[in-house]
């Protein structure tokens, strides 16, 4: 029988460590291995940075714990809100827009999705919607900047 040794909270650190900092020396195939071992699907299509980075959340996360449920709540609740449209939120300025009848076309897993400008926001399937975040949401299911989704802005300025 092997006796089982509990680590403590500075060998649990320097173990943390060690995996973080053997991530820089993994190769992007390496590197979406270890995603599927830790996340349990596969890696996204993003760049070895941002795979690197939830990487590191990852292994902080299963080694700490991750958020509290009522933290999670409190954020989805928080989304819900935002989404729903009733919190005020920014206005972009009018010279920023689209003009209004502009017709945005985003193609998300084999299917064409369209988008009309209106003098009020967003059409999208019959539906008016405020913001292109919304409607990025509903057509992949997680949170999106619509801007950055629908292609009028780079994901990387502002």
């Known amino acids: 029988?092997?006796?089982v040794v509990k680590k403590t909270n500075?060998?649990?650190?320097?173990s943390v460590l060690a995996q973080?900092?053997?991530?820089?020396?993994?190769?992007?195939?390496d590197l979406k291995a270890k995603w599927q071992v830790l996340f349990g699907t596969p890696a996204p299509l993003y760049n070895r940075r941002f795979i690197e980075s939830r990487l590191t959340?990852?292994?902080q996360e299963l080694a700490y714990g991750g958020l509290k449920p009522e933290t999670i709540?409190?954020?989805?609740?928080?989304?819900?809100?935002?989404?729903?449209?009733?919190?005020?939120v920014r206005k972009r300025s009018a010279n920023?827009?689209?003009?209004?009848?502009?017709?945005?076309?985003?193609e998300w897993q084999g299917v064409e999705h369209t988008v009309?400008?209106?003098d009020s926001g967003f059409d999208y399937m019959g539906q008016p919607y405020q913001s292109l975040s919304a409607i990025a949401r509903r057509?992949?299911?997680?949170?999106?900047?619509?801007?950055t989704f629908f292609g009028l802005k780079n994901g990387r300025s502002r």
């Open 116 to 118: 009309t400008v209106t």
């Open 1 to 3: 029988m092997t006796a």
């Open 139 to 147: 057509i992949t299911g997680t949170r999106w900047n619509g801007w």
């Open 57 to 59: 959340y990852r292994i």
């Open 10 to 14: 500075h060998d649990q650190d320097q």
């Open 73 to 88: 709540k409190r954020l989805e609740e928080l989304g819900e809100e935002l989404d729903g449209g009733r919190i005020e």
């Open 96 to 106: 920023l827009l689209p003009i209004t009848g502009t017709r945005l076309l985003r």
């Open 20 to 29: 973080i900092a053997d991530l820089k020396s993994l190769s992007i195939a």
